[in-house]
């Protein structure tokens, strides 16, 4: 086996598979225009693992735009509990890449039994896409924002849907451009990182979904590396108690409305930690996606970025992202 694996291309999905769900929005608009019609009350996005990380954004933007009450909830969650607000009226969301989740195809049955609208984020013909009232087969975290909007829409909150229409369309090639211009820094925070013992991964609002994921998903599952993400805003109820200049942290910033709490993290880390590196979405070409809707898109930009990063982790450290000690091996 060579001393490294050869570098991964950047992921040519982010542009195909984003155009793709891209072109979902006018189906998406009219199933969520009806629902609204119905008599929406209430949405909950369901899901596990990185199905309920990609949420985030989505959950995020409705929670600040809309008076209509949004939840979050681990798959399993649902399932061992469902809420008592959830039944008629209700919009369930779920997602799951492989379609196969067992926990999340049996939160959309525990969903339905309660009379709730159930939609997923699945391929066609998978278990999920079967157990949904309707399915749309498209990328997790860019469906559940188009779909967000399209609420946004239907209940007269969004400002400017032009806008809005213009920069999703943009915004596949937007990523991948911005990625491509972050690639030689994420190269160097897996350099530096890639050999170290423990690694501490902060976030606030939205990208703390990429703290706890990058930590979890990337480095523990798909790295064997030991790891924890922490929203930056409760890493000073603990967590900073152990970071010196001998411990490595990785923190995002994007440009919501929870930035300070991310920039109160750094201003921390510069003082009392050496090995701190900070990925930024600031600073990086978004071309054809408005300004002011950055703090919207950007959270989705914090994704791709985690997910090269994980490729560079890879090829460094010659650990395929695809090995497994358990998952899919063996019964859990």
Known sequence: MPDTLTLKPIDPEIL??????????????????????????????????????????????LQRSTELPVYQLQSDELNCQPPAAMGPGSLVVLASYTGTTKETVAAARTAKATGATVVAAAKDGSPLAEAADRSFPGKSDLFELILAY???KATG????????????????????????QADAQLADVAAACKD?????????????????????????????KHAAGYNAGE?????????????????????DASRPMAERAKSFLQTYCAKAHY??????DLPGVADELRPDLTPLLVGVLASRLAQ??????????????YMFKVEY
């Open 157 to 180: 909150k969004l400002a400017d849907p032009a806008a809005v229409d213009a920069s999703l369309e943009a915004l596949p090639a937007a990523l991948t451009a911005a990625v491509e």
């Open 16 to 61: 195909s598979r984003g155009a793709d769900t891209v072109g979902l929005r006018p189906a998406v608009d009219s199933y969520v225009e009806e629902l609204v019609k119905q008599g929406l009350r209430n949405v909950y996005f369901v899901g596990a693992g990185g199905s309920l990380i990609c949420s985030y954004p989505a959950h995020y933007l």
């Open 196 to 224: 170290e013992p423990v690694t501490y991964v902060l976030g606030s609002g939205p990208n703390q979904a990429w703290a706890y994921g990058f930590a979890m998903c990337y480095l523990q599952e798909m790295q064997w």
């Open 312 to 325: 560079h982790y890879e090829a460094l450290r010659n650990h395929d992202l695809e090995q497994r000690h």
């Open 150 to 152: 399209a609420l946004l």
């Open 279 to 284: 990925v930024d979405t600031v600073g990086l």
């Open 235 to 255: 890493f000073f109820q603990g967590a900073f108690e152990v970071v010196d200049d001998g411990v490595p942290v990785i923190l995002w910033l994007a440009e």
